[in-house]
């Protein structure tokens, strides 16, 4: 059976998938960051794949774009708990809720 | 063939693993393995530079920067904890809504009609330079010039983000009278202790 | 019918100039006040006398245009198809801006003195410039919404200068009421306008005009009522006359120049105007002469009781004006603008004269109060003098021919009731102008002012310009009948309305009628004489005044009681009404609902709050549940579930 565009799709479903509940489920924000990362790999996947597909680099540029806003949200969410958990806190996103309506 | 399956399998291994880990190190490591995977994946369907920039990218500097910050957490702490693991309130319906919702998308995908488009899935680079760095760099700096630009922009706000964010966190760690009377305190008895 | 041609079309930028100078004034009055100081009535009263200098001008370049006295008649623009807009300038326009920019000008010009060292001077020339601008609108408009505008304009003008000493609570009540009582005509007016339009799809007079003979007669009566309340508001007839006597709380050169030059006689316009509307209707003309009668009778009665000097002057104004609607209402339209031609010049004498003595005096304005004048101001005694006995209709006064001419109007177009009523009136006239002479000049004097201040030459020099027309502008202009210059001037614009009048020769000629007209004056003035000026009565005249004081009866202290009446008719049922609104429905329905959309937006921000719990991880799982819903919704429009 020859690999087609759905396997690829299949994948990064369920790549993305298991990110979000990774988001969901767990309490530590790094861990959650880490889920985050694991959704933008599986979306690059879908871009690489149909890339391909169509033989269109823009899937390429759009994953390298997607790689250096990832880059970004990365830094700031690790600037961010940084700020907001200090090192003798425990460290539960629960915790904060500064956002609350 | 057999390497997309091997991928697969390496794939969802290492990301159940980094979301189900018990310490943030390993979930690090879990990540760079499923990074690593990813790149190789990269390589097959013939985006060679992308693979080249995933691996110093994301290996390379992302995953870098939350191994500096586990640290950061834990330093002169306990070893870093994990925290419990909970679901959040509003999980039966929103829990509830989303299965059904997949449950619905797998049915639609098992309905619909399959992709005229397959993958050719050939010898990479065979044919064209489809996917390699000229190929990638022609593009980006005149059809895509623009989004190029923008993104530079937003790194840039993300820089002066992230020096604010960190002003503020300087600010707020920085010792107060009585804290640093403690130090010197502190200070002056391990000094003691160093001279007996 | 030719004379339903109004004027030749054609381009007139000198009757555009004249209509806008003034505004330019008002403008630059109202924004550069400041930095113009004292400058600004200068400026005001230039540009006034520059638009009366165009009004001369334009005429001549439209007769010779035109060929013949038709005028002129310049397109503006379109306000919809069918519906232009222009400028109208015939014989009766004229002599309207004639009137306001010539006679306009020597009151602004006289208020350069009257108004100096106000707070508000520059406001004050603003003001008058812009009613200027106003009251050309509403004469020069060559359609009936274009009038309606300026008679709107002309209340708002006249509404800022009744109120200008806004410091008093009284000026702003008497501003106020002339707003409301002036609005309630233009309600009449506008449905006036809307009956037009309904029927003859035009507003320009041409139009209608041309138009209204295929009318049904009880159509015609209906548009010429509605018209007439605008009127009767406007020129202060019975009923809605309240608002005049009250509007002399403004300046004195404001009374001269609004309420008694111009504005007020802007009725008269309108039913002059409308003539062609008016003269194929006998019963609109019946309502419309005895309304103006009445008022005529009224108001000189109501003069009589009076110890305000410029009370006096506005009841005289009153039952001047009603003379001037009775005259057009019967069909004396030349008449009618003749009084009203006339009645400009002394009127605005008797009140520029009253503001010189008022001036003088600090404000003094109770003839009570003052007495023995003429020794002390011979120059406003002289002016007095001449206005009153013009006013009186002496012989050889410019009062003389054209109040003749209205009074016999009314045995010429068959309403000897009217005449009766008009040649009472005019003896009472005579007796209450004299009392007014009589009382604040003759005798001695009873106020406390040891020194009356010499008003400067800019009041005195337009005040002796006005003596001239006043006094001799009627022989020049008004002698001689038929052939006389008014007659021919306006043989055009009238002569076919006047002649579509049914009516027979009277019985009796213009000069038996004149006859019994100064008769009637003479025993006015004899009374008047016997009762203030006598030197019996000189003797002990401050007793006698407050005797006649006391003793005046209760229903003239009282004005007829139109006041209460219309209190206890229309404003306690208003305030009931707006009782009722305020404490039941407004407090209940309005702020009810008010209240009802406030709980239940709460009710629902309190719903959603619950949803903002601050945690991150719930958001995500909602975003996750948003993300879904997409994704499924796309997946169905995709058509992939069938």
Request: charged fraction near 10%; hydrophobic fraction near 60%; charge should be neutral.
């Amino acid at each position: 059976m020859a690999v087609s565009i759905d396997h690829y799709v299949g994948l990064a479903a369920v790549m993305f998938f298991i990110g979000v509940i990774g988001v969901i489920v767990r309490c530590n924000p790094l861990v959650m960051l880490m889920s985050i990362e694991l959704m933008f790999n599986a979306a690059n996947l879908l871009f690489i794949a149909f890339a391909r597909v169509w033989l269109q680099n823009a899937g390429h540029i759009f994953a390298f774009l997607v790689i250096t806003v990832a880059a970004a949200e990365a830094a700031i969410g690790l600037a961010i708990i940084v700020t907001t958990f200090g090192p003798e806190r425990y460290v539960d996103v629960d915790d904060v809720r500064a956002l609350r309506g | 063939m057999i390497e997309f399956w091997i991928l697969a399998v390496i794939l969802v291994a290492s990301a159940v693993w980094t979301i189900a880990a018990s310490k943030p190190v390993y979930s690090v490591v879990a990540l760079l393995l499923n990074f690593a995977a990813l790149a190789v994946l990269y390589v097959t369907l013939s985006a060679e530079f992308l693979a080249v920039i995933q691996i110093i990218v994301y290996s390379g500097a992302i995953l870098v920067l939350f191994v500096f910050v586990i640290a950061l957490l834990s330093s002169g702490v306990a070893p870093f904890a994990m925290g419990p693991n909970r679901l959040p309130k509003i999980w039966l319906p929103g829990g509830v809504v989303v299965l059904v919702s997949l449950g619905f998308l797998v049915y639609a995908a098992s309905q619909a009609v399959p992709a005229s488009v397959r993958p050719p899935n050939g010898p990479v680079g065979a044919a064209n330079v489809f996917g390699s760095v000229s190929d990638f760099g022609a593009a980006l700096f005149t059809v895509q010039l623009l989004p190029f630009e923008v993104t530079a922009l937003i790194l840039m706000v993300a820089v002066i983000g992230v020096i604010t964010l960190g002003g503020e966190a300087m600010r707020d760690a920085a010792p107060r009278g009585h804290e640093r009377k403690v130090e010197r305190a502190m200070r002056e008895a391990i000094l003691r202790e160093g001279t007996d | 019918m030719p004379h339903h041609l109004l004027g030749v079309p054609g381009s007139y930028p000198l009757v555009e100039a004249l209509w806008l100078l003034p505004l330019a004034g008002a403008i630059l009055c109202w924004a550069f006040g400041p930095q113009l100081r004292t400058l600004a009535g200068w400026l005001a009263s230039a540009l006034v006398g520059a638009s009366f200098v165009l009004a001369a001008l334009s005429w001549g370049a439209a007769t010779q245009t035109a060929g013949a006295a038709l005028g002129a008649s310049q397109a503006l623009g379109s306000w919809l198809p069918g519906f232009d807009f222009g400028l109208l300038l015939d014989p009766l326009s004229l002599i309207w801006t004639f009137i306001i920019t010539g006679v306009g000008f020597l009151i602004v010009f006289y208020s350069i003195g009257y108004m100096e060292g106000d707070r508000a001077y520059a406001r004050f020339f603003a003001y008058m410039s812009f009613f200027v601008f106003a009251m050309l609108t509403l004469v020069l408009s060559d359609n009936w919404v274009g009038l309606l505008v300026g008679w709107g304009l002309v209340g708002v003008a006249s509404y800022f200068l009744i109120g200008f000493w806004f410091q008093r609570p009284s000026a702003v009540a008497a501003a106020r009421k002339a707003f409301v009582i002036n609005v309630v005509g233009d309600a009449g007016m506008m449905f006036a306008i809307f009956l037009i339009v309904a029927n003859v799809h035009a507003i320009g007079f041409g139009d209608v005009f041309s138009a209204a003979g295929g009318l049904s007669s009880t159509l015609v009566f209906w548009i010429c009522a509605a018209l007439f309340i605008g009127a009767v508001a406007k020129s202060a007839q019975i009923p809605l006359h309240t608002w005049l006597p009250d509007a002399m709380e403004g300046p004195t050169p404001v009374s001269a120049l609004i309420h008694a030059a111009t504005m007020v006689t802007a009725g008269v316009y309108l039913v002059a105007r409308s003539a062609p509307l008016w003269s194929h209707n006998p019963q609109a003309q019946v309502l419309v002469g005895t309304v103006g009668a009445i008022t005529a009778l009224t108001g000189a009665i109501l003069g009589t009781a009076q110890w305000d000097i410029k009370r006096i002057l506005a009841y005289s104004t009153m039952s001047q004006i009603g003379y001037m609607i009775m005259a057009v209402g019967v069909g004396a339209y030349e008449g009618g603008v003749a009084l009203f031609f006339t009645h400009a010049f002394f009127k605005a004498q008797l009140f520029l004269g009253a503001g010189l003595v008022i001036h003088a005096l600090n404000n003094e304005q109770d003839v009570r109060r003052m007495g023995g004048l003429w020794k002390k101001m011979p120059f406003a005694f002289w002016v007095m003098l001449t206005a009153v006995l013009a006013i009186t209709g002496v012989p050889g006064f410019s009062g003389f021919f054209s109040k003749d001419e209205v009074i016999f109007g009314d045995l010429q177009f068959g309403h000897p009731v009217l005449f009766a009523i008009s040649a009472l009136t005019a003896g009472i006239t005579a007796y209450y102008m004299f009392r007014l002479l009589f009382i604040a000049f003759f005798g001695e004097y009873r106020g406390d002012v040891d020194h009356a201040h010499a008003p400067g030459w800019t009041m005195n020099v337009p005040v002796a310009i006005l003596v001239a027309p006043s006094v001799a502008i009627g022989a020049a202009l008004l002698s001689g009948g038929e052939n006389s210059p008014w007659a021919r001037f306006f043989a055009a614009q009238f002569g076919p309305d006047m002649a579509a009048i049914a009516h027979r020769p009277p019985a009796i000629s213009e000069g038996v009628t004149s006859g019994i007209v100064f008769a009637l004056v003479l025993i006015g003035f004899a009374i008047a004489w016997w009762r203030y000026a006598s030197p019996g009565a000189q003797r002990d005249a401050g007793e006698r005044l407050e005797g006649e004081t006391r003793g005046m009866p209760a229903v003239l202290v009282h004005l007829f009681y139109v006041d209460d009446a219309i209190q206890l008719l229309f404003v306690r049922p208003a305030q009931r009404l707006g009782a009722f609104f305020g404490s039941i429905f407004d407090p209940h329905v309005i702020d009810g609902a008010v209240r009802d959309v406030v709980f239940w937006a709460r009710w629902l921000g309190t719903l959603v709050r619950s949803f903002q719990t601050g945690l991150v991880r719930a958001y995500a799982l909602i975003l996750v549940f948003g993300a879904t819903c997409f994704i499924v919704y796309y997946a169905f429009a995709a058509g992939a579930l069938h």
